[in-house]
């Protein structure tokens, strides 16, 4: 029965719990309208045509909307007991109401009596807790959810009643931690949820693991075991091991069947907000509260506005910021988007409160706006608080601003894509609130045009400011004209020729390419043109740009020793001695497959054992897609070599020498005289005490690897990669090259088709052909053309 539910689920594995429900030889097709009944039938009878799988005729029943499944009746009304069930219990007794029985009442008609009124006066349901009697909790966690149920046992203390259920599918964050943290976390979560049972009564806790010892017993406390010891201390938690547990068939059951609502924990103690208490103003009518922060960071920039109304509702907003940008213009953007949506609800008079001194002084003309990109941002705000009747600025600490502030870098740190339905409705803003600043503008007329004319006529530009007026003038007074040749005169009084546009280009490409060009550096070049006698404002800033844009200088240049990407530590699997392509697949089929079902994906190095035409055609009948890591990149495999060296280290020290046997050394010799029962013992006594070295073991290697990931986020540099995007990808050692020493370390370019969120890139060349090895981010970088 069982090989027969696996072939059905490798069969059906895509369709079950969407548009068919298979148990062994049963298949139920459901659906929610008449039209989309007939689609999934059509499909389900393609799928069996595929299989060559008959049904039987007479077995069949289509249309219907109720059926008997496994003993019950499901319909719309729900599930119910099946009452031919129920035939062989009330059976004597409803033979005395036919009419040609005889009224006999027997000892049969007696024990369905009292059997049936058992069943009603003590129906499964939930029941309230008992005082004085302790609670059982069943606890479930898996790797992405957990169940609990809350129980307590009857006056007889051999049957368990049911208080409470719950399960929760933890969130992304959360499915990272170790197995021992997700339970803490689980208990954490279920003792907020069942607090108000749990506080008047003693809590047997009942799980695989022990967290109570873990959190309570860990010599050092990271932030969220801090917190979780703090909130589980207030209760009368034991934990207690069981040979025969009843309520964990039901946790188990919730934990694979979770709520997909994700609920983040409450990181806030309860009743803290009892603890403190302040004298709030009576509501004055219509003001309307604004709320607003914004963020910037590595990953993005976000904004956050929580609009709150007279009645005290929230309304929050945010949105990520889809071009780069200052922490102070996300700030005002933030401003913005905040007003815009009070106008929309027609609010009159407004109270905007905001972290940033900068932004708020400069609204309320305290202070001056000097930077001339936060310019337009204040006057179209200035311009939006025209529409109130009343609007006013404060400024609050950024402790008083925590819920806008998380808005603000959720939206910066979250990437928005088809397939996620986030709680919190997150916008996409690709352009600024009001304009993005110009900073170029192309007339036609080169540089030095308002100083040459300045010199010649003592005219100035038209709509120029006394400030543009006054820097005008300072630039002249270095400047000198002869004829129509302008020169900027040096410090050293050497006279410069000022150049345009063409004439710099020119002159770019001779020095650095030319035929006594170097390749030099940009600050090299322009240090270069000026003892050559020319001169432009922009000259170290264009020399730069077209170093960067030379295609040698690219490839050529040095390797990029600095991580793009955080480290994701990975845990060493357990050693094998040899491992074969035979080995291999029997242990996906059986391990893997038959045991926790068909995956979606394997992920495996580039071994010849884990790569070959017995792999693929496996991964190609059980529909799994198969892909490699990226090559020559040591993270991806440096636990499993750790692994390897470490077990090296133990069997050398193991190891007996033949001349060991024949002149015995002290380890030999104290071995040789323990008896085998004495050996066995000593052995067991190292295994009985060995949990305690286990957990300690867990506890060194998570704090390692926490050191180990801080010391290796500080050299990280963030190099974030799209699709399309040109790169030039770094020269492997295995290949050979003529050139020899005058080989470039990079070989390019080529044109990212897909990036993945790790720093895995899938790359073509600029013909559209795959690269048959993928890469990682580190090995490559940006092509500038």
């Not at 069943?119 to 939930?126: D, E, G, Q, R």
Request: charged content about 25%; hydrophobic content about 40%.
């Amino acid at each position: 029965m069982a090989t027969y539910q696996r072939a059905m689920v490798a069969l059906f594995h895509d369709m079950m719990h969407k548009e068919v429900e298979v148990y062994v030889d049963d298949i139920i097709c459901k659906s929610k309208s008449e039209g989309e009944h007939i689609e999934n039938l059509r499909k389900l009878f393609e799928r069996l045509r595929k299989y060559s799988l008959k049904l039987n005729p007479t077995k069949c029943s289509f249309g219907v909307k109720s059926g008997r499944v496994l003993g019950f009746i499901v319909s719309q009304k729900g599930i119910e007991v099946d009452p031919e069930k129920l035939t062989a219990t009330c059976e004597p007794i409803f033979k005395l109401l036919r009419k040609s029985q005889a009224v006999r009442w027997n000892d049969d008609c007696q024990r369905a009596f009292e059997s049936i009124k058992q069943y009603l006066t003590k129906p499964p349901i939930l029941m309230p807790p008992v005082s004085g009697r302790p609670l059982l909790m069943y606890l479930t966690v898996l790797d992405n959810s957990m169940g609990c149920v809350l129980a307590q046992h009857d006056e007889s203390g051999r049957k368990e009643q049911a208080i409470y259920y719950l399960s929760k599918k933890f969130t992304e964050c959360e499915t990272r931690y170790s197995l021992l943290e997700r339970t803490c976390c689980a208990l954490a979560w279920a003792s907020r949820r069942l607090r108000q049972y749990m506080l008047s009564h003693t809590t047997w806790l009942i799980s695989k693991m022990d967290p109570i010892k873990y959190i309570f017993e860990k010599p050092i406390l990271t932030g969220r075991i801090a917190r979780w010891q703090v909130l589980l201390s207030e209760y009368d938690i034991v934990y207690v091991t069981r040979k025969a547990i009843k309520g964990s068939a039901l946790a188990d059951y919730l934990a694979s069947q979770p709520i997909e609502k994700t609920e983040s924990m409450n990181q806030e103690f309860p009743d803290e907000g009892i603890m403190s208490l302040s004298l709030e103003e009576p509501a004055k009518g219509d003001i309307w509260t604004l709320v607003f922060d914004g963020a910037s960071n590595a990953l993005g920039h976000g904004i956050g506005v929580i609009l709150v109304s007279p009645d005290g509702d929230f309304t929050p907003i945010t949105a990520r910021l889809c071009f780069d940008c200052t922490n102070n213009i996300a700030e005002y953007e933030a401003c913005a988007m905040g007003l815009q949506a009070a106008l929309e609800r027609k609010v009159k008079i407004l109270e905007v409160f905001g972290d940033s001194a900068l932004v708020i002084h400069q609204l309320k003309e305290e202070w001056e706006t000097r930077d001339s990109k936060l310019v337009p941002y204040k006057e179209y705000i200035q311009r939006m608080a025209e529409q109130f009747e009343r609007i006013d600025f404060y400024h609050i600490p950024r402790e008083d601003n925590r819920l806008a502030d998380a808005l603000s870098t959720l939206s910066s740190m979250f990437h928005i894509s088809g397939k996620d339905q986030p709680i919190i409705k997150i916008e996409s803003r690709d352009q600024p609130i009001h304009c993005c600043a110009v900073e170029v503008e192309q007339d036609g007329k080169p540089w030095y045009h308002d100083i040459k004319v300045y010199i010649q006529k003592r005219e100035y530009p038209i709509d120029a400011s006394e400030n543009d007026k006054r820097t005008l003038r300072r630039l002249a007074m270095g400047f000198f004209l002869d004829g129509d040749v302008l020169y900027k005169r040096n410090h050293d009084m050497v006279l410069l020729r000022c150049v345009e546009g063409k004439e710099a280009e020119m002159i770019l490409k001779e020095v650095h390419e030319g035929s006594f060009g170097t390749h030099a550096n940009g600050h090299a070049m322009a240090r270069k043109i000026l003892r050559a006698g020319y001169f432009w404002m922009t000259m170290e800033t264009d020399c730069r740009a077209y170093v960067r844009k030379c295609h040698k200088c690219q490839i050529y240049a040095d390797n990029i020793n600095a991580p793009p990407n955080p480290l994701n530590v990975l845990s060493a699997p357990w050693p094998f001695s040899i491992v074969t392509r035979t080995v291999v697949l029997r242990f996906i089929k059986k391990e893997l497959v038959c045991r926790y079902g068909l995956p979606s994906k394997i992920i495996t190095d580039n071994a010849t054992n884990l790569n070959n035409k017995m792999m693929t055609e496996m991964c190609s009948e059980f529909k799994i897609k198969h892909h490699t890591s990226s090559p020559y990149r040591p993270k991806m495999n440096g636990a499993v070599e750790a692994a390897n060296k470490n077990i090296k280290k133990i069997i050398q020290k193991m190891a007996v020498l033949p001349v060991e046997v024949e002149i015995p050394s002290i380890r030999i010799m104290a071995e040789s005289k323990l008896k085998e029962s004495e050996w066995i013992q000593a052995r067991y006594d190292q295994l009985n005490l060995i949990e305690e070295k286990r957990l300690a073991a867990i506890c060194h290697g998570q704090l390692y690897q926490k050191r180990l990931m801080k010391a290796y986020a500080k050299k990280v540099r963030p190099r974030h990669f799209q699709e399309g995007d040109l790169v030039l990808k770094k020269i492997l050692p295995i290949q050979k090259d003529h050139r020899g020493k005058w080989t470039p370390n990079y070989e390019g370019p080529f044109v990212v088709k897909k990036a993945f969120s790790g720093g895995a890139l899938i790359l073509t060349n600029m013909d559209g052909n795959d690269l048959p090895l993928s890469v990682n981010s580190d090995a490559v970088k940006k092509y500038y053309a």
